[in-house]
């Protein structure tokens, strides 16, 4: 059975096409038209196979194919279509096309596993439009409420949930979105690795160990506004001048914490943002990861305790948030071994890595078996235009996949 590379790589770029934006990369963001666009083409392909589509009430996408036994026991693979702004072409997308790949050929091989297999496109994996990304995971997981969906809003004060109504959803559904992990029996995740540990070391595939805990916080700072010429130095409550001290201090934990902590703030606004206006507002971004949950805990506590003190001694006001926080989780082990007898059987090179990206299998892998499979990033570089991996490795990383699938769902 030979997997089609030639397919792999047409059907990325296809979907690369959808969302492409001036600056080079993609930009493919949750209930909007490129990613209707983006389903339907998926759709189709998985129509022609005779894959079984349902989409849910909040739009994941689910495939499912019939096994010999249908008792509910399942396989389930998942990834994403959505991307960062201005992204890349790889991240979410291979491991979609990659699960395509492996239908396409157990149908012209009119092969049937003994459990079902499904595979789910997940939702706002990203989190970039709306900040409350693995959305559609956590909705799986019945972790997500309605209020949610209400009280999240992008950049433009549009509301998540109206925004899904005008795509056709149900954000009242959201408990109906639910799924029985308990009868999920493996989930495996295939996904680009996104630093440069297998392309420096020359090895095409990963097994992931574990996924890095993962929290994300919204800090508000509210001062005094006024003319940028006529409001004498003192005495300014300026929030921004706050904020870059709090941002200063968000780099200097995580290196303080070590090697497996990252801090960082990406996205900020200044509000009324005018060139001749002290700020009024701020508002910005911290996403904190570590590999280490007590860590992570005691560093958030650290950062919160001093964006207080800070903005008390400034006299400015400061509320924070926290959107998000995911432990670390653990690949399961026996998973790991059938992926890495996979490999060698099939003499594919492979190592075993954390993962510092945050995945929809951190969110599935707690109530699941779980395991995943990196594909080599050439140069390390990802969530920008050049991230890159060849079909060539993408189609190792299918062979490594679909062989354990034949082990794992027989
Ligand atoms: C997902 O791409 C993440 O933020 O780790
Ligand atoms: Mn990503
Ligand atoms: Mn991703």
Redesign the pocket.
């Known amino acids: 059975m030979k997997i089609d590379i030639k397919r792999i790589e047409n059907r990325i770029n296809e979907i690369g096409n959808i969302g492409k934006v001036s600056s080079g990369g993609v930009t493919r963001f949750p209930y909007t038209d490129e990613e209707k666009k983006t389903k339907e083409l998926i759709i189709n392909w998985g129509n022609e196979i005779g894959l079984n589509v349902f989409e849910d009430s909040i739009g994941n996408v689910i495939f499912h194919k019939d096994g010999l036994k249908n008792n509910g026991e399942i396989i389930l693979m998942g990834s994403h279509i959505d991307s960062?702004p201005n992204g890349g072409k790889y991240?979410g997308v291979a491991g979609i096309v990659s699960y395509l790949e492996i239908m396409e050929i157990f149908h012209e091989n009119k092969i049937k596993t003994k459990y079902p297999l499904e595979f789910i496109i997940f939702v706002n994996?990203?989190?970039c439009r709306f900040p409350i990304?693995l959305m559609g995971s956590s909705a799986l997981a019945g972790r997500l409420s309605k209020e949610d969906l209400y009280e999240n809003k992008d950049r433009e004060g549009l509301i998540l949930a109206k925004e899904m109504e005008r795509y056709g959803y149900d954000p009242d559904k959201i408990m109906e979105v639910k799924y029985p992990l308990e009868k999920v029996k493996a989930y495996f995740e295939l996904h680009i690795e996104?630093g440069g540990v297998l392309d420096t070391r020359d090895i095409p595939i990963g097994i992931v160990d574990g996924i890095t805990g993962?929290s994300v916080l919204t800090v508000k700072i509210g001062g005094i506004s006024g003319h940028a010429g006529a409001f004498p130095m003192e005495g300014r409550r300026d929030p921004l001048i706050t904020a870059t001290k709090i941002i200063q201090f968000v780099q200097k934990t995580a290196l303080e914490y070590g090697n497996t902590a990252r801090g960082t703030v990406g996205d900020i606004r200044v509000l009324p943002g005018g060139s001749n206006v002290i700020p009024s507002t701020v508002e910005f971004t911290i996403?904190y990861?570590d590999l280490n949950f007590e860590n992570m805990k005691n560093a958030i506590r650290k950062i919160t305790r001093y964006s207080k003190e800070i903005s008390s001694e400034s006299g400015v006001q400061c509320t924070i948030d926290v959107n998000q926080m995911i432990k670390p989780v653990l690949s399961n082990y026996k998973l790991i071994k059938e992926i890495s007898n996979s490999a060698e059987r099939l003499e594919i090179p492979y190592m075993n890595l954390p993962s510092?990206?945050?995945?929809d299998a951190m969110i599935i892998g707690q109530f699941c078996p779980m395991a995943m499979i990196f594909i080599r990033s050439v140069g390390g570089v990802s969530?920008c235009p050049e991230e890159y991996s060849t079909s060539r490795d993408i189609g190792l990383g299918t062979k490594v996949l679909m062989d354990t699938l034949l082990k794992v769902a027989n």
């Open positions: 960062v991240d994996e990203e989190g990304g996104q993962l996403d990861r510092g990206a945050g995945h969530h």
